[in-house]
Nanobody, 124 residues
């Protein structure tokens, strides 16, 4: 079992930055690929970013590429999502997820564990 707890959400203005954290506990963290997904009100959950378990590869949705950065600190069992130049359309509940897979990380059904999420609100 892996437990995931997100933090760092909040209310910011457009153009500002936030850093989300996802702390993992349980099984060996560095053997899991990690991903961030988000779900805006009234919309389906969508992929945001992922990092393979070896931290060798990162993946981003087109909508956040160049603005968001995913990283991991295996010593702290934590994955981060640095979000810059935030836009109102980034408003959503952001959830981190863990997968034993190293491919197909854009797909929610590849994830084995989920956190409960943290709300990010970007005002215009």
């Amino acid at each position: 079992q892996v437990q995931l707890v997100e933090s760092g959400g909040g209310l910011v203005q457009a153009g500002e930055s936030l850093r989300l954290s996802c702390a993992a506990s349980g099984r060996t963290f560095n053997r899991y690929s990690m991903a961030w997904f988000r779900q805006a009100p009234g919309k389906e959950r969508e992929f945001v970013a992922a990092i393979s378990w070896s931290s060798a590869n990162t993946y981003y949705a087109d909508s956040v590429k160049g603005r968001f950065t995913i990283s991991s600190d295996n010593a702290k069992n934590t994955v981060y999502l640095q979000m810059n130049i935030l836009k109102p359309e980034d408003t959503a509940v952001y959830s981190c997820a863990a997968s034993q897979q190293s491919i197909g990380l854009r797909y929610a059904n590849r994830m084995d564990y989920w956190g409960k999420g943290t709300l990010v609100t970007v005002s215009s």
